[in-house]
């Protein structure tokens, strides 16, 4: 089961925002703002799917890697409004970096893992792993000085017979 990692400073910066608003601040920052577009992950029969909403973004603005075992999803949203900074009667929609990462199952391929933009909407499908089978595991037999060998030991059941 995939799980989708917690960033905290992505809830304080959303929080920071609703601050902002509430006492009139434009809420600008030194720095590059963070934002974390809307995200849905779900299963399918065969898939993992996750799916981002990345209005006014172009696919080759989208970055998306796999680094160990997290599906990291970044990109940047330009603001290119024409409007002059002081006509703005309400501005809600985010600009700036985002990140997004969701924690992928042990056994992902990586290789498998496909990705489709469309209508600003990306989706990333990550098959499920296969199911590991057992590993049998060698028995070894002998005392610890002696040459020692494997020997592959396979339960039996008893049918209820006796040799004589």
């Not at 917690?6 to 920052?29: H, I, K, M, T």
């Not at 993992?48 to 909403?53: I, Y």
């Not at 940047?76 to 600009?95: Q, V």
């Not at 990333?124 to 000085?145: A, C, N």
Request: charged share 30%; glycine share 8%; proline share 6%.
């Amino acid at each position: 089961m995939a799980l989708l990692q917690w960033d905290p400073w992505r809830e304080l910066s959303a929080f920071e925002r609703q601050v902002n608003e509430l006492f009139g601040r434009s809420g600008r920052q030194a720095g590059p703002a963070m934002w974390a577009p809307a995200l849905e992950a779900f299963h399918t029969k065969d898939d993992f799917v996750v799916r981002l909403e990345l209005p006014g973004i172009r696919p080759e603005e989208v970055d998306v890697q796999v680094t160990d075992n997290v599906l990291v999803i970044r990109g940047e949203r330009h603001f290119e409004d024409e409007a002059e900074e002081g006509s703005f009667l309400r501005r809600e929609r985010s600009y700036g970096r985002f990140e997004r990462q969701v924690l992928l199952p042990e056994g992902t391929e990586v290789d498998s893992i496909k990705a489709h933009f469309d209508l600003g909407v990306l989706e990333v499908r990550i098959p499920h792993p296969k199911s590991k089978e057992p590993t049998r595991v060698p028995i070894s037999t002998g005392s610890t000085g002696s040459t020692q060998q494997a020997v592959e030991v396979e339960s039996t059941e008893k049918t209820g017979t006796t040799e004589s």
